[in-house]
C-alpha cells in the first residue's frame, strides 16, 4: 500500500513538472491518434517517405533513395510524401528545401502529397518538421508523465568531461547508467531547477541495457540482432526542436508510413528507434537499410563525399547532360541486380515497367560506377529518334551551354539532321554520352567552330607526301557523286584512290606494300580531315551530304591551300 502512495506521488510530480515544462499541450497522443488516422489504402498499398534536410545540394544518395522509395510506393498504389527535416537550424541553407524539390521533380520523382517547397499537400501535415513542434510537445510530455523523459542540466563541458573519463575506463560512451548525471533527479529538483532559470534538454529515460540483444527484421538484410539501447539520448533540444532520433519516429507515425527505407548507416541507431516506438505506443514501421553509393580511393572504399566528389552532387549530372532516365536507370541497376538484364530482355529502360523488390538489394555499399551510367547514357540516346533529341538538348542548352544553344536554336532542321546520322537501325551509332559533349563532337558542321578547328593546321599524315594529298582532294572536288548512297559512293573512293595508286583496301595493300602509297582509308582519311579538321568522326559519306557541295568545296579549297 505504502509503495503504491509512493508511486503515485511520484508520478503526481512527474505531471506537475510536464504541466510546467509545456503549459501549452492541452492534447493527447489519443487526440493525435483521432487527428491523423490510418490511411484508407489497400492492404498490399506501401506509404513511403523522402526525409531531406535543406543543408545543400541533393546528394545521388538521397537521389538513390527517393527513387526506390517512390518506386515502391508506386508498385503497390501506396503514397510516396515529401517531409523536409528542418530541425538542425546551425546546418540549414536558406533555400535549399526548395532546390531539392526542382532537383527530385527534374528525374519525374513527384510526391503524392508533402512538401512541395512552396506549398505542401495532404491531410497528414505540416510536412515541415519545424511547423510540428506542437506534435513533439504532446509526446515528449506523455514519456515525462510516465517518467520515461527528464530534463538534464548537463553543460557541455561536462559532457565532455563523462566522455574522457569513458575513454579512459574504455567503456562504451555515451550518457546512460552512472554517467547520466541528471537521470536520477527527483521531479521537484528538476521543476526547481527550471523556475530558477538553468538551460536544459530533455532526454529519453532508457530502460535498455548494452548486454541483451533485441532483434528486428530488415526487409533487405532479414533478422538483424543487435545490442540493445541504453543511451539516455536527448529527445528535445535547448531550443524546444527535437532531435532527429525522436522526430522521426513521432513523424513516421502520424504520417502513417508503412516502410522506412534509409541508409546502411542507421542501422545502428535501430535500437534507439526501437526503443521510442515502443516507450510511445506506436506500431514499429518496416525498416529497410539501403547500401552506400562508395568511391575507390588509393584502393580503400569510402562514401562519395560532398567536398571531394563532383559526383556526388546530381546537379553535377544535371550540368554535364546526362539523361534523367539514364541516371535513373543505373541507380535502379544499383538498387535491383536483376534489372540490366531486364532491360536486355525487353528493350526497355522505363523504370515504371520493371518490377522491384527488397530482395534483389545487394547487402554491401556499391561502388559508383561512370563507366555503367555512361553505357546507360548512350543506350538511351541512341533510342530516341533525332527530333526527340534536338528538343531535350535544346531545353538543356539553353540553360547551361549558351554556346551550343546559339548554334542550334534558329535550324533545327539542319541540326536534326546532324543528330540523325546513322540513329535507329540494328547498329545505331553511340557517339553520345551527356548533352555537354554533343558540341565537341558535331562542332566542326559550324562554319565558326570549323575554322577555329583548323586555325593552325591540318592532322594530315606527315609522311604522305602534300602534292599527293592535294592531287585526291582535286580529284575528289570534281568528280564526287552526291546523288550515290552510301555503298555506291564508298565504291568512287576505292575508284578515287585507285587513280592515285592507292589500294582497294588494307588487305590488298598488306599483300603488296611496295607497290601502293597506301589503301582506300588513308584517301577517305584525306577527305575527312579536309572536311572535318580531324582524323575522327561521324559517317562521312553523311557528312558530305549535310555539308553540301557548297560548303564541301568551300572546305577542300581551304586544305588545298593550306597544303600550299
Not at 90 to 112: A, D, W
Not at 254 to 264: A, I
Not at 265 to 287: C, Q, V
Not at 348 to 370: A, N, R, T
Request: glycine share 6%; proline share 4%; net charge negative.
Amino acid at each position: 500500500m505504502f509503495q503504491d502512495k509512493y508511486l503515485e506521488l511520484i508520478m503526481t510530480t512527474f505531471k506537475e513538472l510536464a504541466d510546467y515544462i509545456f503549459p501549452d499541450v492541452k492534447e493527447t497522443i489519443e487526440d493525435l491518434e483521432k487527428k491523423f488516422p490510418k490511411r484508407n489504402l489497400p492492404r498490399e498499398a506501401e506509404v513511403t517517405r523522402f526525409a531531406p534536410s535543406p543543408t545543400g545540394f541533393l546528394h545521388l544518395g538521397s537521389l538513390f533513395m527517393s527513387l526506390v522509395a517512390s518506386k515502391v510506393a508506386y508498385d503497390t498504389k501506396g503514397v510516396f510524401y515529401i517531409r523536409l527535416e528542418d530541425t538542425d537550424t546551425k546546418r540549414e541553407i536558406e533555400g535549399s528545401g526548395e532546390e531539392l524539390i526542382t532537383q527530385l521533380e527534374h528525374f519525374g520523382i513527384v510526391p503524392n502529397e508533402g512538401y512541395l517547397g512552396s506549398k505542401e499537400i495532404g491531410n497528414y501535415g505540416p510536412y515541415v518538421q519545424s511547423k510540428r513542434a506542437y506534435f513533439y510537445r504532446v509526446c515528449i510530455k506523455y514519456l515525462m508523465e510516465k517518467g520515461r523523459a527528464y530534463p538534464c542540466f548537463c553543460s557541455h563541458e561536462q559532457i565532455e568531461e563523462i566522455r574522457h573519463v569513458q575513454e579512459a575506463m574504455k567503456v562504451i560512451p555515451g550518457y546512460y547508467g552512472e554517467y547520466a548525471l541528471c537521470r536520477n533527479i527527483t521531479p521537484e529538483d528538476a521543476l526547481a531547477r527550471i523556475k530558477a532559470g538553468e538551460k536544459y534538454v530533455i532526454r529519453f529515460r532508457s530502460e535498455g541495457n548494452f548486454d541483451n540483444k533485441v532483434i528486428f527484421h530488415d526487409l533487405i538484410r532479414g533478422d538483424i540482432s543487435i545490442a540493445e539501447n541504453a543511451l539516455d539520448v536527448v529527445i528535445m533540444k535547448s531550443d524546444g526542436l527535437p532531435t532527429y532520433h525522436f522526430a522521426h519516429a513521432v513523424d513516421d507515425h502520424f504520417m502513417r508510413t508503412t516502410t522506412v527505407l534509409r541508409g546502411e548507416e542507421w542501422i545502428a541507431s535501430a535500437p534507439i528507434h526501437l526503443e521510442l516506438f515502443n516507450a510511445l505506443g506506436f506500431e514499429l514501421p518496416r525498416y529497410a537499410h539501403a547500401p552506400v553509393i562508395m568511391k575507390l580511393d588509393n584502393g580503400n572504399r569510402r562514401k562519395l563525399s560532398k567536398r571531394k566528389d563532383p559526383e556526388a552532387s546530381v546537379q553535377h549530372f544535371i550540368e554535364e547532360g546526362f539523361p534523367k532516365e539514364s541516371l535513373k536507370a543505373y541507380l535502379m541497376s544499383i538498387a535491383n541486380s536483376n534489372f540490366e538484364e531486364w532491360t536486355m530482355e525487353n528493350h526497355c529502360f522505363d523504370i515504371d515497367k520493371f518490377k522491384f523488390s527488397f530482395d534483389k538489394m545487394s547487402l554491401d555499399g556499391v561502388l559508383f560506377d561512370q563507366d555503367k551510367l555512361n553505357y546507360f547514357s548512350k543506350e538511351i540516346i541512341a533510342s530516341w529518334s533525332a527530333e526527340e533529341f534536338y528538343e531535350k538538348l535544346l531545353a538543356w542548352s539553353k540553360e547551361y551551354d549558351e554556346v551550343l544553344y546559339n548554334h542550334i536554336k534558329d535550324d533545327k532542321e539542319y541540326v536534326t539532321k546532324i543528330l540523325n546520322i546513322e540513329r535507329g537501325g540494328e547498329k545505331a551509332r553511340k557517339d553520345f554520352t551527356y548533352f555537354k559533349e554533343v558540341y565537341p563532337i558535331i562542332g566542326f558542321f559550324f562554319e565558326d567552330r570549323f575554322l577555329e578547328i583548323v586555325k593552325d593546321g591540318y592532322p594530315f599524315n606527315e609522311a604522305m607526301p602534300k602534292d599527293v594529298i592535294k592531287a585526291v582532294l582535286e580529284d575528289f572536288a570534281k568528280n564526287n557523286d552526291y546523288s550515290l548512297p552510301n555503298d555506291l559512293w564508298f565504291n568512287t573512293v576505292k575508284e578515287l584512290g585507285a587513280r592515285h595508286n592507292f589500294a582497294e583496301s588494307n588487305k590488298v595493300y598488306k599483300q603488296n606494300k611496295d607497290a601502293y602509297l597506301g589503301h582506300v582509308g588513308d584517301v577517305a582519311e584525306m577527305i575527312r580531315i579536309a572536311l572535318v579538321g580531324a582524323k575522327n568522326s561521324p559517317n562521312l559519306h553523311s557528312v558530305i551530304q549535310i555539308l553540301g557541295k557548297e560548303e564541301v568545296d568551300r572546305r577542300i579549297k581551304l586544305a588545298i591551300d593550306y597544303l600550299g
